[in-house]
């Protein structure tokens, strides 16, 4: 089929590829230059396991091109909305604009019969107001929304085997002629076994939401835990493992740290909330707040236990952060905690070394009053404590004795509960983990 995808980020370069992959023909459409330029020459613009190797694959097969014009989506069947949603700038709602411009570029170049098909992430209502711009430009087009569930650092394999597949039509049938376009689209997953659900267009909109707000609820309930231990002398990662083990709790999403942040969890949140105000039914997602509440106080208590590594006061204090990316595997340091951690501790007066494989770059534009260093000894050179703040492997595996011969004083504080402590003790080291004794 002749697919084009509009907006070329963490959603849509990976989506592009992978529809190329399946074996359609399919081109690529963003506004950013330079992005279109990586992407046209084979290489990743972000940082995504696996992705560069694909692009080259299918590149080299001619099914997959990338432009800066929206007239390039003229002639495809099935158009995919990618752009970013983002938070408005002081508010908690999702900036639309984005979505809205896509929608409105593309309408031009709608054909009848043409599928439009909503993969970002909004606020409900929003695809049934689309829809009527869509079939406004185009009255025998229509408007679907099929959320997206990868998780980045597995991006390219969650879109080529989804766990499942939602499509959102306007009435909820599975005998909706879009229905079998999509599942055109998507025959290769739906072969090997795919699920896939079929819901009208709010309930779409909403398993995304919905989705998120869970997995956020899950990680700042493990944080809220991980304070009670702090109190009462307990140890979190042994909680989580025991109440993990009942499988209507289930362990994954329950590591204590430092809490979610990125591109996707906060923002959704929020607008979340915010769109459940519009809709008079706030006090449904109140406890939102609070999750957000007690993710946004790990960051804080992560200062406060520095400087209480340091012997009270930050002052001076050379302090190494290891990781800047909001999880490892990415360089999306959009809302990182690492970051925001080493910001503040740079404001409260220490000097902050941030080291990351992956994120600098990014994090380097978002914070450029940080120091940056490529590597991981030259960062943690003399430095008075050491904060790992995002469990990449290479800082889990780290030796705490040919570490300890880097740094003038062996402090560890373990923002993700990812180190052994036993180990790092025995080589000398104080060690605060969170949540652990
Ligand atoms: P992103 O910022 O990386 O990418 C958005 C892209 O859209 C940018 O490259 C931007 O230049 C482009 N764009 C903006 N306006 C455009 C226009 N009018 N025409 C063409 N291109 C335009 O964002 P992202 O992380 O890819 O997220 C995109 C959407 O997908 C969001 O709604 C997000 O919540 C959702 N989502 C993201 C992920 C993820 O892991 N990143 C997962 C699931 C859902």
Not at 43 to 49: L, M, Q, R, V
Not at 219 to 233: H, Q, R
Not at 310 to 315: D, I, R
Request: proline share 5%.
């Amino acid at each position: 089929m002749r697919i084009s995808v509009i907006g070329c980020g963490y959603l849509g370069a990976v989506h592009a590829a992978c529809m190329a992959k399946l074996g359609h023909d399919v081109v690529g459409i963003d506004v950013d230059e330079r992005k279109i330029a990586d992407l046209s020459a084979g290489h990743a613009p972000f940082f995504e396991p696996g992705l560069e190797q694909l692009l080259q694959e299918v590149q080299a097969t001619g099914r997959l091109s990338f432009m800066t014009e929206m007239s390039a989506a003229e002639g495809s069947q099935v158009h995919f909305v990618c752009v970013g949603t983002p938070q408005k700038k002081g508010e908690n709602a999702a900036d639309l604009s984005y979505v809205d411009a896509a929608i409105a570029g593309l309408a031009p170049y709608l054909s009848p019969g043409d599928l439009v098909v909503g993969k970002s992430t909004v606020p409900v209502g929003t695809a049934a107001r689309l829809s009527d711009v869509v079939k406004g430009a185009q009255p025998s087009s229509e408007l679907m929304w099929n959320p997206e569930f990868l998780r980045e650092g597995h991006a390219v394999t969650d879109t080529l085997q989804p766990d499942r597949l939602v499509y959102g039509v306007h009435d909820g049938s599975e005998e909706h002629p879009a229905v079998q376009i999509l599942d055109r689209v998507y025959s290769g997953p739906l072969e090997a076994g795919t699920p896939r659900l079929v819901t009208d267009l709010p309930t779409a909109e909403l398993v995304k939401t919905a989705a998120n707000s869970f997995l956020a609820t899950k990680i700042s309930f493990i944080n809220a835990m991980a304070e009670l231990c702090d109190a009462a002398g307990a140890n979190v990662s042994l909680l989580a493992d025991a109440i993990g083990m009942d499988d209507r709790i289930g362990r994954k999403f329950l590591n204590a740290g430092i809490g979610f942040g990125g591109g996707c969890l906060p923002k959704d949140i929020r607008a979340f909330m915010a769109r459940a105000g519009e809709l008079g039914a706030d006090q449904a997602l109140t406890f939102l707040r609070e999750v957000d509440a007690i993710n946004m106080r790990r960051r804080t208590r992560v200062v406060e236990l520095t400087r209480e590594l340091c012997g009270g006061s930050l002052l001076g204090q050379r302090i190494t952060v290891l990781g800047a990316a909001f999880k490892p595997q990415s360089d999306d340091v959009r809302d990182s905690p690492a970051l925001s951690i080493a910001a503040q501790l740079q404001l409260q007066g220490a000097v902050v070394t941030v080291t990351d494989p992956e994120a600098l770059g990014n994090a380097a534009r978002r914070f450029p009053e940080l120091h940056y260093e490529e590597f991981t000894e030259a960062a943690m050179n003399r430095a008075d404590a050491v904060l790992l703040l995002t469990e990449w492997p290479e800082y889990r595996e780290l030796d705490p004795y040919e570490a300890g011969a880097l740094v003038s004083a062996k402090r560890v504080l373990d923002g993700r509960n990812a180190l052994d402590a036993r180990k790092w003790r025995a080589a000398g080291w104080t060690y605060r983990g969170l949540g652990r004794p």
